[in-house]
């Protein structure tokens, strides 16, 4: 296992082992980007190797880290590994309160090929800085970069070195470093070896350089606003590693922040102090009595509904009428005029069943007068009259004469049948008189 700090711009390594098998001490210092890397080799040796060499290297191997006697690990330290066949790394910025306060992390290796496990302990031993904080600090966020990728040694060595070309301060230290997922960014496709995007934060001792300062530019600002690259003079410094969304730079100046002092309330007796260990409450507890809340919360409740179940019921079953109780309070003179009009009504309805109303004269059929036919009908005679639209033709023609007429040649004369039709019991040969231009 290796322990990497980041201080004044230089990598350096501190693994110390102490008496303790298996456990090892660290000295990051406070404000400055602490990383630790959990190799997998060096915990290949507490498991048993395959029965052939050189199979061993395949082993998926990954790791539980916790403060010990804690589900969890401190809110400034992170880890992650990707894949069980890559190393874990543990990483964050401890801060100026747990100097002096020795951090003991458990480690615990899980070997998926053999279920077995392996447990060190590491102990973070937090120093202080003369120069913690650092006033100016600036946050970068790198678009091409995954946090892991980004805590090796040599790709921070490599950024902290651009940062200072573009900065030029005396003492320039990484302070942390966040994952975009971290601060509510998206997984993104597995699309163009795509990158989910990290957070660096730096800190240095003299005022930002104007190359920073451009991103200000009300000309930038605006092209941020439209979802364009703003244009930075010392962007190709970084762009043959590093692409920075200069649109989403930081640049704090701690020295003109005004602190926010929040009166906290006082802890009740279930918050845990900062200092001290857990006091549960003793066992001997005061029984309680729960008729009271039991009458309050269900007893009332179904009381007034039950009463007012009683009352409905009582009104819809015991106080109807009827249709004997109404006519016996009835005056005998609106009951019989209430049945004269049923009967009337009644037999008005049987009425206009029975009706049979004749054809009007404009439903007649059509007489052709050249060729002296007359349309057959169109409706059979079991077609219900009462039903029929006026604008229909003669469905039933009973009665049928027989009209004579003139051959072109001489005075012979053929006979031509028509139907005879009768309009409220008088024939019409109206139409006869007309073929027969009399």
Known sequence: MVSVGVFAGLIVVVTILSKSHGDRNVYPSAGVLFVHV????????????????????SDPITFNTNLKG???????LRYI??????????????????????????ITAYNKRTFETARHNLVINIMSTEEFPL???????????NVEEM???EVLGDFLGAVKNVWQP????????TSALDRGGRVPLPINDLKEGVYVMVGADVQFSSCLREVETPQNQLRCSQEMEPVISCDKKFRAQFHIDWCKISLVDITKVVPVHSNRPDPGTGVLPDIG?????SESLKSRDYFADFLITLAVPSAVALVLFIILAYSMCCRREGVEKRNMQTPDIQLVHHSSIQKSTKELRSMSKNREISWPLSTLPVFHPVSGEVVPPIHP?????????LMQTQTNLQNQIQIPQQQSSGDNYCMTTFRRLEVNGIPEERKVAEALNL
């Open 81 to 106: 590994q990707r894949t069980p066949h890559s190393d874990g790394v543990l990483y964050g910025s401890p801060t100026a309160a747990h100097i002096g306060k020795p951090t003991i992390i458990e």
């Open 277 to 281: 260990e857990y006091n549960p409450p």
């Open 170 to 177: 005396e003492r320039l230290n990484a302070i942390n470093i």
């Open 38 to 57: 959990l190799e997998r080799e060096y915990f290949k040796g507490e498991f048993p190797p395959y029965p052939k060499a050189g199979d061993s290297s």
């Open 381 to 389: 005679d079991s077609y219900e009259t009462t039903s029929m639209p």
């Open 151 to 153: 805590l090796a040694s």
């Open 70 to 76: 804690y589900p969890d690990r401190p809110g400034w």
């Open 135 to 145: 006033p100016y600090q600036a946050e970068f966020f790198i678009k091409n970069m």
